[in-house]
């Protein structure tokens, strides 16, 4: 392999292993639990601080969250990779906000996720993630779509399959507003 193949094999496996990520965080956000199982290898492991086990194992332990939460938003930056052969270790930072349904509140999380990632038969998943935890900020919910001018009908995030990320992406339409995001007057 020339020296110019092997930089553009080692862009494919880094925008392979940020698909990857990217994956996650919105099977994650949408409750997709397939989505997130399909992220990791079978004999993958995750620690999460209140959840260590197998990264299915925590694919299972996201559903904990479904009666909870009215939604979860994964924002991604600062993502490096280092790639060793079919290995890599992936560091990326997190901000994590999720609004909860019975305490009306909001809830900030920023850490980083440290990854080791693996290459098999050209398909790059997580193999070992442990969640590193920086800073938290909980908050009191305080919904107001009328200072954006967002109308009633629009299209509104859910969970899978409901989310207009999975629906038909020329045709589907708008719906109402769900109840959890009235508008505070």
């Not at 930056?77 to 930072?93: D, F, H, P, W």
């Not at 998943?125 to 107001?144: E, N, P, Q």
């Not at 009633?152 to 995001?181: K, L, N, T, V």
Request: with cysteine; charged share 30%; glycine share 8%.
């Amino acid at each position: 392999m020339s020296l110019t193949e092997a930089k553009l094999m080692e862009l494919y496996d880094e925008k392979c292993l940020r698909d990857n990520l990217m994956l996650y965080c919105r099977a994650a956000d949408r409750m997709d639990l397939e989505g997130v199982k399909d992220t990791y290898w079978p004999d993958a492991t995750d620690d999460h601080g209140g959840y260590v086990g197998s990264g299915y194992g925590w694919a299972e332990a996201i559903e904990q969250y479904r009666d909870s939460i009215h939604s979860c938003s994964h924002h991604m930056g600062n993502v490096l990779c280092e790639i060793e052969g079919n290995r890599a270790k992936r560091e990326s930072m997190f901000l994590c906000v999720a609004a909860f349904k019975e305490r009306d509140v909001t809830f900030f999380h920023g850490g980083r996720y440290r990854d080791l990632c693996e290459k098999r038969e050209g398909v790059w998943k997580v193999l070992r993630r442990t969640c590193i935890w920086d800073w938290s900020d909980v908050r009191k919910a305080m919904t107001d779509w009328s200072i954006s001018g967002v109308p009633e009908m629009s299209y509104w995030g859910a969970r899978y399959p409901h989310d207009p990320i999975y629906q038909d992406w020329f045709s589907s339409p708008a719906g109402p507003r769900p109840p959890h995001q009235d508008t505070c007057e």
